[in-house]
Antibody, heavy 119, light 109 residues
Framework: EVQLVQSGAEVKKPGESLKISCKGS????????IGWVRQMPGKGLEWMGI????????RYSPSFQGQVTISADESLSTAYLQWSSLKASDTAMYYC????????????WGQGTLLTVSS | SYDLTQPPSVSVSPGQTARITCFGD??????AHWYQQKPGQAPVMVIY???QRPSGIPERFSGSSSGTTVTLTIRGVQAEDEAVYYC????????????FGGGTRLTVL
């Protein structure tokens, strides 16, 4: 069974750094792209970026380029999303999702990681 | 930039047919996918590649495409179908973009 399990909720202060994780199981992690999606409170889904764990090829949405860093550790079957300096506007739910073959759809999703940034 | 436009809300009575549309200039060239999100839950894919239904998704969910518009149709709507539905499209091999529509809240009256 394919599963994506994300790290737990976080409460951070503005200016702090953070790295959240997404661990895949039940499939060959290195051969499927993993994407990250933001959902701000009461709002819709926003695509942030995507990584291919097999070679760490990474693509970012122009809206998030330079704001976050996406990485992956193939040996741990884990993808990461990190911030170097958090802002209150980063408060949101963050989902990882596996991209299916050939058509850029997200066939399996993690449960989400809730990030709250507040002074 | 590339946008997908959905109506904010659709309302139907139980047993009726709900149709949710998604408009985008690139949709004639790109495949579209649909996700269902219930409150407090992660999204679930209900249609991919315009009209393919994943295993485990009820047959009452179907998708279609015509020019710049794709449509999610739910026949015989049930109370459990009440959710927000998002379309998605894009192609990261051409530039770097994937995009979601703004979402449509389906209310079952």
């Amino acid at each position: 069974e394919v599963q994506l399990v994300q790290s737990g909720a976080e409460v951070k202060k503005p200016g702090e750094s953070l790295k959240i994780s997404c661990k895949g199981s039940g499939y060959k992690f290195s051969t499927y792209w993993i994407g990250w999606v933001r959902q701000m409170p009461g709002k819709g889904l926003e695509w942030m970026g995507i990584i291919y764990p097999g070679d760490s090829d990474t693509r970012y949405s122009p809206s998030f380029q330079g704001q976050v860093t996406i990485s992956a550790d193939e040996s741990l079957s884990t993808a990461y999303l990190q911030w170097s300096s958090l802002k209150a506007s980063d408060t949101a739910m963050y989902y990882c999702a596996r991209q299916g073959y050939s058509a850029y759809h997200f066939d399996y999703w993690g449960q989400g990681t809730l990030l709250t940034v507040s002074s | 930039s590339y946008d997908l436009t959905q109506p904010p809300s659709v309302s139907v009575s139980p047993g009726q047919t709900a149709r949710i549309t998604c408009f985008g200039d690139a949709l004639p060239k790109q495949l579209a996918h649909w996700y269902q999100q219930k409150p407090g839950q992660a999204p679930v894919m209900v249609i991919y590649k315009d009209r393919q239904r994943p295993s485990g998704i009820p047959e009452r969910f179907s998708g279609s495409s015509s020019g710049t518009t794709v449509t999610l149709t739910i026949r015989g709507v049930q109370a459990e179908d009440e959710a927000v539905y998002y379309c998605q499209s894009g192609d990261t091999s051409v530039g770097s973009y994937l995009v979601f529509g703004g979402g449509t809240r389906l209310t079952v009256l």
